[in-house]
């Protein structure tokens, strides 16, 4: 059994995947199992994914396409390994991610998530805001009622996306896996849920790359992902499992504006290199096109 499961579900993702696998096959620490759950989707995803010859690689695929929050479900219940990361279809991981995740996890069962920096990249794979996560002093190893609060205070997702997470399968299990409800902070609302049974680790590094592209579904739904950040942050401080102080919660509903002005930032810079680039492209096809006439 390896020692860390990495899961790639996937859904119509042919532009970025192969890049995405590349990721966590040139992974330093050589002992992990790579599952690719394919979403019966209807681009070539199933042809790019079964194309890795290695044999750490695992390909399952649905046989109708599921909603995400059980397409995500179903890519851990694949796994076999008792530490599980999972990353998004275009989402990159630096080589010394698992190498600098996993040996903490391994040898502290106190811990319940590791979580590490991340940069911002575009649909080129260009840094467009680098390191970025775990603000608000979460580098270290802190209680479940620290980082509560200290997301709460945010006002947004300081601990990161799946791709920079690392977490145990069983409490996972325990915890209830992803809520589907919960479509637009899945991740960050199953980060709380398992910092119930253990403590947090932030590691400084920078170990991943989350994708931003014209197409990202949070760039559509700013209002959506404000309320169930709302809903989540209510929950915290009424919950009795985390020492949430009303304080925390007032504060939190002051920061949830600054922390949609922060994602609309992200996304406009994301645009802005986007039709650079297609702006570029015109370009260039026009040049070739004259020199052909």
Same mark, same amino acid.
């Given at each position: 059994?390896?020692?860390?499961?990495?899961?790639?579900?996937?859904?119509?993702?042919?532009?970025?995947?192969?890049?995405?696998?590349?990721?966590?096959?040139?992974?330093?620490?050589?002992?992990?199992?790579?599952?690719?759950?394919?979403?019966?989707?209807?681009?070539?995803?199933?042809?790019?994914?079964?194309?890795?010859?290695?044999?750490?690689?695992?390909?399952?695929?649905?046989?109708?396409?599921?909603?995400?929050?059980?397409?995500?479900?179903?890519?851990?219940?694949?796994?076999?390994?008792?530490?599980?990361?999972?990353?998004?279809?275009?989402?990159?991981?630096?080589?010394?991610?698992?190498?600098?995740?996993?040996?903490?996890?391994? !040898?502290?069962?106190?811990? %319940?998530? =590791?979580?590490?920096? *991340?940069?911002?990249?575009?649909?080129?794979? /260009?840094?467009?805001? +680098?390191?970025?996560?775990?603000?608000?002093?979460?580098?270290?190893?802190?209680?479940?009622?620290?980082?509560?609060?200290?997301?709460?205070?945010?006002?947004?997702?300081?601990?990161?996306?799946?791709?920079?997470?690392?977490?145990?399968?069983?409490?996972?299990?325990?915890?209830?896996?992803?809520?589907?409800?919960?479509?637009?902070?899945?991740?960050?609302?199953?980060?709380?849920?398992?910092?119930?049974?253990?403590?947090?680790?932030?590691?400084?590094?920078?170990?991943?790359?989350?994708?931003?592209?014209?197409?990202?579904?949070?760039?559509?739904?700013?209002?959506?992902?404000?309320?169930?950040?709302?809903?989540?942050? !209510?929950?915290?401080?009424? %919950?009795? =499992?985390?020492?949430? *102080?009303?304080?925390?919660?007032?504060?939190? /509903?002051?920061?949830? +504006?600054?922390?949609?002005?922060?994602?609309?930032?992200?996304?406009?810079?994301?645009?802005?290199?986007?039709?650079?680039?297609?702006?570029?492209?015109?370009?260039?096809?026009?040049?070739?096109?004259?020199?052909?006439?």
């Amino acid at each position: 059994m390896p020692s860390v499961s990495v899961c790639i579900p996937v859904y119509n993702g042919e532009a970025y995947l192969a890049e995405t696998i590349r990721s966590v096959l040139e992974q330093t620490w050589r002992d992990f199992e790579l599952v690719l759950l394919e979403n019966d989707s209807s681009d070539a995803s199933w042809e790019i994914a079964t194309s890795f010859r290695d044999p750490r690689i695992r390909v399952e695929r649905n046989r109708q396409t599921l909603p995400q929050g059980d397409n995500w479900n179903r890519a851990v219940e694949l796994c076999r390994a008792p530490l599980v990361k999972l990353v998004c279809a275009d989402d990159l991981l630096h080589p010394r991610c698992l190498e600098l995740q996993v040996p903490p996890m391994r !040898d502290d069962p106190s811990l %319940s998530v =590791v979580a590490s920096r *991340r940069h911002m990249i575009d649909e080129q794979s /260009r840094v467009i805001v +680098p390191r970025r996560g775990l603000g608000g002093g979460l580098v270290g190893l802190h209680s479940g009622s620290e980082v509560a609060r200290r997301v709460i205070r945010n006002g947004a997702n300081p601990i990161g996306e799946p791709g920079n997470v690392l977490f145990r399968r069983e409490q996972f299990v325990t915890a209830g896996g992803w809520r589907p409800e919960r479509r637009f902070i899945m991740d960050l609302d199953l980060w709380m849920r398992l910092l119930q049974y253990g403590d947090f680790l932030g590691v400084p590094e920078t170990l991943a790359a989350f994708r931003i592209a014209r197409g990202s579904v949070s760039a559509e739904f700013e209002q959506q992902i404000s309320d169930e950040q709302q809903l989540l942050f !209510d929950e915290l401080g009424d %919950s009795g =499992v985390f020492d949430v *102080r009303p304080i925390d919660v007032r504060i939190g /509903r002051l920061a949830l +504006p600054l922390g949609r002005a922060r994602r609309k930032a992200l996304f406009t810079v994301s645009r802005i290199a986007a039709r650079k680039d297609d702006k570029l492209l015109a370009e260039r096809d026009e040049a070739e096109a004259a020199e052909a006439r």
